[in-house]
């Protein structure tokens, strides 16, 4: 009982990791499975789970983590600008804890943007269209990681 309680926590953090980038939130919750799995026993069944888990969130990742970059190509931005946008997530991260990554982010494509165009107005329609296919990343991963704990939760109640 006391493992379930361990993961159960384990995968909550991983969700509020996804919301405030301080620690890789769907990565974690696939951690906190593989853990529940081994601490179980490796009963078929929770392996099943597992897979389940891993699946869902790997899916989450890969399409909430192209989708900032697909939007901000569909508005014109450069590869450049958007690792400018990886640096100064990095940066933020490292300068203000736990809401730096996104302060940085978008400083980051701005900041690119202004040097690469020269046009102000440019910058801001293409931290615009960042901002939001982040959002919409944030969401897909965040949702990705609710459905994943809650096919967990449901198995560990079973278990």
């Given amino acids: 009982m006391t493992i379930d309680l361990l993961v159960g926590l384990l995968m909550l953090v991983g969700l509020v990791g996804i919301v405030i980038p301080f620690l890789p939130g769907l990565p974690l919750i696939v951690v906190a499975a593989f853990v529940w799995v081994v ?27 192209a989708l900032p970059a697909r939007r901000a190509s569909g508005a014109g931005t450069s590869g450049w600008v958007l690792a400018a946008g990886v640096i100064g997530l990095v940066v933020g991260a490292v300068v203000i804890p736990i809401v730096g990554a996104l302060i940085g982010w978008p400083l980051g494509v ?13 910058a801001v329609a293409t931290t615009r269209a960042t901002i939001v296919g982040m959002g919409i990343g944030i969401a897909i991963q965040f949702g990705g990681g609710v459905m994943a704990v809650a096919i967990w939760a449901a198995a560990a109640w079973r278990w």
């Avoid at 392996?47 to 389940?52: C, G, L, S, T």
């Avoid at 701005?110 to 440019?122: I, K, N, P, S």
């Fill in 39 to 65: 601490a179980g026993g490796s009963d078929m069944g929770q392996w099943v789970v597992f897979i389940i888990v891993a699946a869902i969130s790997v899916a989450a990742m890969v399409v909430g983590s």
């Fill in 110 to 122: 701005f900041v690119a943007e202004v040097l690469r165009t020269r046009h102000v107005a440019t």
